[in-house]
Structures are given as C-alpha cells and as structure tokens.
C-alpha cells in the first residue's frame, strides 16, 4: 500500500479500519496518519491531543515534515500564472514587486515591514518589536530570554550606533567574542579568590545521572560573594568507581587549593562514603557535607507518602485539572481570584504540591463561591461528572482539614528550603531551622500522639542518617544568633561537636594554645563581644560579618568562625542546563568544537550565576517559578502516568530555567539539535 511508505509510520501501529496507536503514548487515534502527525508535532490543531511522550528530535522531524507539505500546496500552474500576470504588458510595476518580494530574506518575504500611515517614530518602534520577535520565533529562542539584563542592555548599545550597524558574524562571536568574554569572565572569578583566604570557600559536586547509565558532575566554588561555575567532568565510566571519583575530587581540591576549601557538598547519588573517607584521610581539614536542600526535600517527599496526605493531594489534584483543562473554567476561576492562579509550580514535585495546597486554601472562599456562582451553573461543564466531584470534595470539611494540617506541618520545612537554597550562606541556621520544623510538628499534634510520631520519626530518620554534620553544629555553636538567644535549649547538646571541628581546624596543640580563653571571651559577651554595637548586630549582621567586626579579640576562634559560617549548605543555588553539558561530552563531536562549547557553557553558567546575584530580592521565592507548567500532575490529565513521569517532565529541576518550559528548552537543546550553531 502507497500509504504505508510514510515515514510517520515507523512512530505508530496500524488498527483495524483507519485507527492508529501512536507508540510513545499508547493513544489510539482515529483518522489515520494524519492525525498521528499531528499529535506528534505538539501543535494545536484539529483537535488533536498533543502527545506527552513524545522525544524532541521526532516532534521536530513531524513538524518538518509538517511544514514542507504546507510549502508545496501551492501548484505549480498557479506559480506560472502568477509570473505571466506579472510579465504582461503594462504590468511593470507587477514586475518592480515581484522582484522586490524576491530580494529580502525568506522571513522578510512572509512577514513584511509594517507601513502604517502615521508618524515614522510609531512604526520605526512597532517594526523593531517585530523583527525581535520573528527573531525568536525563528530561532527557537525561549521568551524567558527577554527577561535577562543583558537583552535590553543589547538593543540600547545597538541603537546608539545609529543607521548602517551589522552584528558581528557568526566567525567573529565564534573566536573574537567568544574569547574575550571568556578572559572577563576569568578576571572576575580571580577577584574573588582573593577573598578565599579570609572566608574559605565551598566546592559544590551537583550530579547528574540517567537510565543509560550517564553521569555528569559539575563543579562549582562558592563564598560569601558568590558563587562559580568551575568545570563539567563527564564520570560515566567510573561512577562507581571510588578510586576514579577520589582522584578526580582531588584534581578539583588542588585547582582550587587545600588551604581554601572548608567543605565539600555533594548529592547522595555519588559513593558519598566512599569519597568522603578519601577526602577526610587525605585533607585533614576539609569537611564533607550532605545537600541540606536534597534532604528537607527528601522530608517533604515522604510527608507526600503518607496515605492521608497523599489522598488529600490527589482530591486537589482533581480540582485543579478539571479548572485548568476547560478554557471557560480556567477564565471563571481567574476572573474569582482576581487573575491570580490557583495552583503553583515549585522546583521540585514534593513543593510544588506544599505550594498548590497553600495557594487553594487561601483560595478557599473564591473557589466555593465560583462553584455556586449563576455564572458557573450555566457553563455547559457544569453538567459533567467531574463537576459533581469537584463540588463534593470543595463540600467535604474533612478535605479542607487535611489540607490545612498539610498546610501547618510543611511550612517551617519550606521556610528551611528557602534559607537553605538562596545562595546565601546558611550553614549557621540549618541546625536552629530543623529544631524549630520538629517542635511546630510537636506543638501542633499536641493532641495527636500518632501523627506526631508518624512526622517526627520521617524528620529524625532523615536528620540522623543524612543531614546532621558536625560542621554545621559548630556554625550553630558559632552564631551569635543562636549562642545568645536564652529560648535556645540545643547550645549544651552541640558543644561536642563544636570541640570535634575545633580539634580539625587546628590540628596541633600550638595552634590552640589560647583557645579555651577565647571561647569563654565569645560564650561570656565580654570584651568587643559584649559591646552595644556587637549586641545590636547579632540578630541583622549575617554571623560571618558579625564575627569579623566584632571577633578582634579572639583572632584564633574569629579566622575559624569566619571559615565555617561563610559557607553554603546547598547545591540549590542556581540554574542547570543538562542537556548542554551532554552536548558537551557528545562523542560525536570533535576536539575543537568541544573546547568552543566547554567556553560557552562556562560563560554561559557563570553569567547566569551573576545575574542571579544582582536579582536576588525580598519578595522573590527560590522555591517556585512564575509560570505554572502546564504538564504537570495538577495540570495534566494523563491515562497511566508511570512513577517517573513527573520526573521526565520537570528534568528534576534539572532542566532549563524554567520548568514549565522544559519541551520547550527541550527542543532547543535537545540530543539531535545542535547548540550554538556547533
């Protein structure tokens, strides 16, 4: 059959009468290969369910494919009857414009300049917006792009070099551009360095790995000024391999330097004991440490797996698919809560569920009144049988008491999250912030010893086997928030591990010759530690600051508290791109194309890095994004989603900048498109 040489068929199984089943989502279609092609290609048309499944490099082989056929409707007998039309006597000016339609680019062909009749100024501006946005549009650029500092930085530097300016080409940003930014870049990193002698710094290992047994490990190096992108290294060989991993931590200590690096903190899906006990051997004062992030949301993740919180998720759930797949119920829920969203999206599944539930029941009275609206009882949904659950569960007090004590046990463990992964340092706090988590947890349940146990034993078991450091004992210990707060009970409790830090940052008896006398100094308030200034600092000067103004007289115990309490306790303190570092390591690239892609992730990262510095503010929460992602399980309505697709969709807040955008970065960095025209 003519038919079954179409290359989309390889992507589908062929039924009975003129049904398909596509072969990444399992959905059967009718209408033959055209449908499938479309519901391949993602694009909204025909009413055809986009897939949810589907890879990139096929999304963008069907649209392709797509395309060429929309190009090749016009016949070739209308082509001719165009050009004689325009060949004809007396048609020169027919002549002029279709000579004029052939000059430009084939995007200026089919989007022409605007020509409005009316002041120049007026149109100069709306056909500069356009042409920026056919620029996107054309190069698959993510709209978050115009929200960077550097976009309008570029367009005013261009519009002061006035009429006849042209870009650099595609060589010049290749070689020229690409080193010089680069050697800027390097210039700024080796500034703050300088500061490593005083305050220490912090490698961070954030990993990386896949099905197809993949592993990438990035490292960065963070201090109190910031944090930088140092190098990818592709492990996939030697993942398991302790020895491997040992030595490649060790390249990474002496790029950076013994004597600067206070800690490492790495991920738990490295042989975590099996390098630590390399490090510690061999560095005698350096610390490993777990993700103080991975860990609160490893907390959360197991709240989630408690029945009746996982039942209270998923009656909201309900709710929220039913609003957020109906366009005229999504436009009533918006016009009730005043054009805000319902639920919310957060870097990882566990939050975003926390998050949404906080967003509906402050959402609560809109949400009911909407329900019981005249508006909404004549909306032809309103008829359905999801309707009727809806309305049950919004009507259902036992619902709303389960999401209010969802709301009360998770938020001091978010509140944890956000100190934690705002790229600030925070190793001082994380011990003060999960002994107030267990006593809200306490407080709370006062009356419920069950639940109280069920939450307290799911924060200790995580607390004792992967959280608690001795280093972040003694930053507790250290700060002077904690040490002078008489509400504090936990000071006697760490002492011992203070004492164990101590001991390892000086490691001779010459070196801690006047240490005793020095910690009573601090511990007592006497000298420059008892003063009003230092008194008034110890609550609104972060304790590095406060130890360093205010430490002169202890210099031993102040150069070692201003080691510790510099530091991180985090690797979620920036963006990732996976995709780009695979591109990195892609055997089929060359040596040269490599290097060139190496520089520009480095520059890449490194500027996102700063840009995050600059933007960092009060109101903005590292925790959630500001769109919501439209795939996810409070979004998507999916027939047999598997354990992993929340992870398939979101990259583990491992893709992209944005979550709700990760198809779309996707297809932008995907395994077969290049990058950066490489």
């Known amino acids: 059959m003519v038919r079954e040489k179409d290359v989309c068929w390889e992507y589908a199984e062929k039924l009975d009468g003129n049904k398909v089943r596509c072969k990444f989502c399992l959905r059967v279609l009718n209408g033959g290969i055209s449908r499938l092609k479309h519901h391949l290609s993602r694009l909204p048309s025909k009413g055809v369910n986009p897939c949810s499944k589907v890879r990139d490099d096929v999304t963008d082989r069907v649209r392709a494919i797509i395309s060429s056929k929309e190009d090749g409707k016009e016949t070739s007998s209308a082509k001719k009857q165009r050009v004689a039309e325009a060949k004809s006597p007396g048609n020169y000016s027919a002549i002029k414009a279709l000579m004029s339609v052939e000059t430009p680019s084939p995007i200026a062909k089919i989007f022409p300049p605007i020509t409005h009749m009316g002041p120049s100024s007026s149109n100069d501006g709306e ?47 290749k070689t020229t551009w690409l080193e010089r930014i680069k050697s800027e870049v390097s210039l700024q990193s080796k500034d703050i360095e300088k500061e490593w002698a005083t305050t220490g710094c912090t490698i961070i290992a954030d990993t990386w790995t896949d099905n197809k047994s993949r592993a990438l490990i990035n490292f960065l190096v963070s201090s109190p000024s910031r944090t930088f992108f140092h190098k990818s290294v592709d492990a996939s060989s030697y993942f398991k391999n302790t020895k491997y991993l040992a030595d490649l931590f060790d390249s990474v200590i002496q790029d950076l330097g013994p004597d600067n690096v206070v800690q490492i903190i790495m991920d738990s899906t490295l042989n975590y004991t099996g390098v630590a006990s390399h490090i510690v051997q061999n560095y005698g004062t350096v610390f490993v440490s777990p993700c103080a992030s991975q860990c609160l949301n490893l907390i959360l993740e197991d709240f989630c797996k408690i029945d009746w919180v996982n039942r209270c998720i ?72 999801q309707n009727i659950s809806c309305i049950a569960i919004l009507e259902d007090n036992d619902f709303w008491r389960a999401v209010e004590e969802c709301v009360a046990i998770s938020e001091p463990f978010l509140k944890g999250l956000r100190e934690v992964s705002g790229g600030k340092p925070a190793v001082g706090s994380i011990y003060e912030l999960m ?80 240490i005793t006398n020095q910690i009573l100094l601090f511990t007592r308030a006497t000298g420059m530690f008892g003063c009003n200034l230092a008194r008034e600092a110890r609550d609104t000067v972060p304790p590095g600051l406060w130890w360093e103004q205010f430490g002169d007289s202890a210099p031993v115990l102040q150069r070692v508290a201003i080691r510790i309490l510099s530091q991180v306790c985090s690797t979620s303190t920036f963006e990732r791109h996976w995709n780009t570092f695979q591109q990195i390591h892609s055997e089929k690239r060359n040596k040269i194309d490599k290097e060139t892609l190496n520089d520009l992730v480095y520059i890449n ?14 109101e903005a929460d590292p925790l959630q994004f500001d769109d919501i992602d439209m795939t996810s ?5 999916t027939e047999n989603p598997s354990p992993t697709q929340w992870l398939d969709r979101f990259g583990s807040a491992l893709d992209g900048s944005d979550l709700n955008t990760r198809q779309f970065n996707a297809a932008i960095f995907g395994s077969s498109d290049t990058i950066f025209g490489l």
Request: charged fraction near 25%.
């Open 127 to 173: 056909n500069a917006e356009r042409s920026i946005a056919l620029f996107f549009f054309e190069n698959k650029l993510d709209f978050s792009v115009a929200r960077s500092s550097s976009y309008q930085l570029m367009i005013e530097a261009v519009s002061k070099c006035g009429h006849g300016f042209r870009g650099p080409s595609a060589e010049i940003l």
């Open 314 to 385: 998923l009656q909201a759930q309900t709710i929220s698919k039913f609003i957020y797949n109906n366009a005229s119920m999504l436009d009533l829920m918006k016009k009730s809560t005043g054009g805000q969203d319902l639920i919310r999206t957060g870097i990882t599944k566990s939050v975003s569920n926390f998050l949404s539930l906080q967003s509906m029941l402050k959402q609560r009275p809109r949400l009911k009144h909407m329900f019981s609206s005249s508006e909404y009882s004549t909306n032809s949904y309103s008829n359905k049988p």
């Open 435 to 514: 002994t107030r988590a267990k006593e809200s947890i306490r407080t709370y349940y006062i009356m419920d010893e069950s639940k109280c146990k069920a939450f307290l034993d799911i924060v200790d078991g995580r607390w004792r086997n992967q959280l608690h450091s001795p280093l972040h004992a003694a930053a507790a210990f250290l700060n002077p928030s904690i040490q002078y707060n008489p509400e504090i009970k936990f000071i006697g409790a760490i002492k011992e591990d203070f004492f164990k830090v101590l001991e390892k940052l000086l490691p001779t008896s010459d070196m801690r010759r006047d």
């Open 605 to 618: 990262y490194n500027l996102k890095l700063a840009r995050q510095m600059k933007m960092k503010s009060s």
């Open 633 to 637: 399980e409070w979004v998507e309505e």
